[in-house]
């Protein structure tokens, strides 16, 4: 919300009297004398007026889990058990999945309360390169790779995959970089050029990599420098 809006919210404010108040250097959003009024303002930051605080600053909580295999990444399901199970109790109210994994899969998933950063992460259009370790049913052919590069057509979603990059490891093994993040991507990748996935594996996304002293199952929280790897605008 406009910093001028969440100042004439107040009972007898007006946003005239907001903007003056603003343009006075009156104002501090996050500790910082702000004269924009029309600085879109997060829930995750404080203003202040004087000494009046108007809007208290709500905890930002940013999470990555290893996740383990036979895991549903959802908050609730009455047949399996879901990666909010591994979380720390008091935070599994907040939070919501930036990416879901397959069941099978295992790796780096990212959890947050924070909408509109997920949102960046995720939105096919930002083109964040997630890293994939995938085996194969099949060998991994140099045509698959020329494929991969060139984009898949998905017909369910009348689109073509962005170009996608492939490392092989062995002839059944790959680093696989993608750059949207569509409903079983990978596997419907693999499929579409006459191959199946037998495990996947989330190694990293954009600037955000799994640790690998990470254990299974277990998570913990971004560092600032992570969190600012995404990029909020264009
Ligand atoms: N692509 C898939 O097919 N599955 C995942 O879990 C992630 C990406």
Request: glycine letters at 6%; hydrophobic letters at 40%.
């Amino acid at each position: 919300m406009k910093l001028s809006r969440i100042l004439s919210n107040q009972n007898g404010v007006s946003r005239q009297q907001a903007i003056r108040t603003i343009a006075a250097g009156q104002v501090c959003v996050d500790g910082e004398v702000c004269t924009d009024a029309a600085r879109e303002v997060s829930r995750f930051e404080s203003v202040v007026v004087g000494d009046q605080v108007i809007q208290h600053a709500v905890a930002a909580y940013y999470l990555m889990l290893n996740k383990p295999a036979g895991y549903l990444s959802a908050t609730k399901d009455n047949t399996h058990p879901t990666v909010m199970e591994l979380v720390p109790g008091e935070l599994r109210p907040h939070l919501h999945i930036a990416g879901r994994l397959d069941r099978a899969s295992t790796g780096l998933l990212i959890m947050t309360n924070d909408g509109n950063w997920s949102r960046r992460l995720t939105e096919p259009a930002v083109k964040i390169p997630k890293v994939y370790r995938v085996k194969t049913l099949q060998p991994i052919s140099k045509e698959t790779e020329q494929r991969f590069a060139e984009g898949i057509w998905f017909a369910w979603e009348g689109l073509t995959t962005s170009p996608a990059a492939i490392e092989q490891l062995a002839p059944c093994e790959a680093r696989v970089t993608i750059f949207e993040g569509r409903y079983h991507q990978v596997k419907r990748m693999f499929h579409a050029v006459g191959n199946r996935v037998t495990s996947l594996h989330r190694e990293c996304i954009g600037g955000i990599t799994l640790p690998a002293q990470l254990p299974q199952g277990a998570c913990q929280r971004l560092t600032p420098a992570q969190v600012a790897s995404v990029p909020l605008r264009d």
